[in-house]
């Protein structure tokens, strides 16, 4: 049985939670391309790896939470929180540690 696009955003959610970058990479495409919230740009699952292996060392606690899902055909709107902390030189302290509402938008190929 094929999975839907929402099961694949949140296995995705699921791998990024687990800090499983291999999990992530296995599930983007060649071609991965992401977009943050400034729209800049990376392209390419060998990068995402890299910037995947380089966010989880600068915030070893980072999770995201998709409190809603909606999906149209192939795109997927996940609504919810994104929270971690800032590691600096090593040590995780709390004033270090934010937490936002954030949404993401997945297009499954």
């Known amino acids: 049985m094929a999975r839907s696009a ?11 939670n687990r800090h499983d970058v291999g999990g ?3 599930l983007m495409t060649e071609d991965h391309r992401f977009v943050d919230g400034l ?17 989880f060392a ?8 998709a409190d809603e899902a909606l999906c149209n055909g192939n795109v997927v709107a996940l609504f ?4 971690g902390t800032y590691a600096g030189k ?5 004033e270090n540690h934010w937490e936002i509402p954030a949404a ?6």
Do not use: C
């Open 39 to 55: 729209g800049q740009e990376v392209r390419s699952r060998e990068q995402m790896e890299k910037g995947w292996l380089g966010y």
């Open 80 to 83: 919810g929180t994104a929270q």
């Open 90 to 94: 090593g040590n995780l302290i709390a």
């Open 104 to 109: 993401w938008k997945a297009v499954v190929r």
């Open 24 to 26: 992530l990479v296995a």
């Open 6 to 16: 929402t099961d694949i955003a949140l296995a995705f959610v699921e791998r990024i």
């Open 58 to 65: 600068w915030f070893p606690d980072y999770s995201i939470h």
